[in-house]
C-alpha cells in the first residue's frame, strides 16, 4: 500500500513539474514528458499493477485538465505501463541499460499513440514530419532527463524498503559449506 501512496504523491509531483516548470526547459520546441518516465519506471521496477495505477493517474490528470475527450491518455498511459510490467522479470537494481532502451521505446509509442488518437484521426497524415520534429527530439530529451527519475526512484525504494538480511539457520549455514558452485 505504501507503494501505491508514494507512486501518486510521485506522479503529483511530476505532472506539477511537467505542467508548471518544464514548459520553460524546452529544446527544439518539446518538453520530456515525465508521466512516460514514472509510469514506465513503475512498470518495470514493480510490475503491471502499479504500472496500470500509475499510468491510470497519469493519463487521468493529462485527460481531465487538458483533454476535451476523457479516456485517451488514460488508454496510452495504462498500455504504458501495463507493456512495461510484462517485462518486469528483466528488473535488475544496477543495470540502466534496458531500463532506459524501455523507456525510449515507451516514449515513442506514446508519441505514435498520441499521434494517430489526435491527429490521423482528423485527417493530418503528416507522420515522418511529426516522428522528426516531435517524436524523436522528445524521446532523447525524456530518456535523459529519466536516468535522473530513475535513479531517484531507485533511491526512495532503498530508503521506505531497506534490504534486510536473513540469518542463516545452523542447517543450512552447513549445507552452504558443503555444495560448493563451480
Same mark, same amino acid.
Given at each position: 500500500?505504501?507503494?501505491?501512496i508514494?507512486m ?6 511530476c ?7 518544464f ?9 520530456p514528458?515525465?508521466?512516460?518516465v ?7 521496477m514493480?510490475g503491471? %499493477?502499479?504500472? $496500470?495505477?500509475?499510468g491510470? =493517474?497519469?493519463?487521468?490528470?493529462? *485527460? !481531465?485538465? /487538458?483533454?476535451?475527450v476523457?479516456g &485517451?491518455?488514460?488508454?496510452i498511459?495504462v ?9 518486469n522479470?528483466?528488473y535488475? %537494481?544496477?543495470? $540502466?541499460?534496458?531500463?532506459? =532502451?524501455?523507456?525510449a521505446?515507451? *516514449? !515513442?509509442? /506514446?508519441?505514435?499513440l498520441?499521434? &494517430? ?10 507522420i ?5 520534429q516531435?517524436?524523436?527530439p522528445?524521446?532523447?530529451y ?30 543450512e ?10
Open positions: 500500500m505504501k507503494r501505491y508514494s501518486l504523491l510521485l506522479t503529483i509531483v505532472f506539477l513539474l511537467q505542467t508548471s516548470v514548459p520553460h526547459l524546452k529544446l527544439t520546441n518539446v518538453m514528458n515525465l508521466l512516460v514514472i509510469t514506465s519506471a513503475a512498470g518495470f514493480y503491471r %499493477k502499479l504500472g $496500470l495505477f500509475t491510470f =493517474f497519469c493519463g487521468a490528470f493529462i *485527460d !481531465l485538465l /487538458y483533454s476535451s476523457v &485517451v491518455s488514460i488508454f498511459y498500455l504504458i505501463g501495463y507493456c512495461n510490467g510484462m517485462i522479470k528483466l535488475f %537494481k544496477d543495470d $540502466l541499460a534496458i531500463p532506459l =532502451f524501455a523507456l521505446i515507451s *516514449d !515513442l509509442a /506514446y508519441g505514435f498520441y499521434y &494517430v488518437c489526435y491527429f490521423l484521426m482528423r485527417g493530418r497524415l503528416e515522418l514530419v511529426y516522428l522528426i516531435v517524436m524523436i522528445e524521446m532523447i525524456t530518456t535523459v532527463i529519466g536516468i535522473f527519475i530513475y535513479k531517484f526512484m531507485h533511491w526512495l525504494e532503498e530508503k521506505m524498503y531497506p534490504e534486510q538480511e536473513i540469518p542463516l539457520g545452523k542447517g549455514a552447513e549445507k552452504q559449506d558443503t555444495y560448493h558452485v563451480v
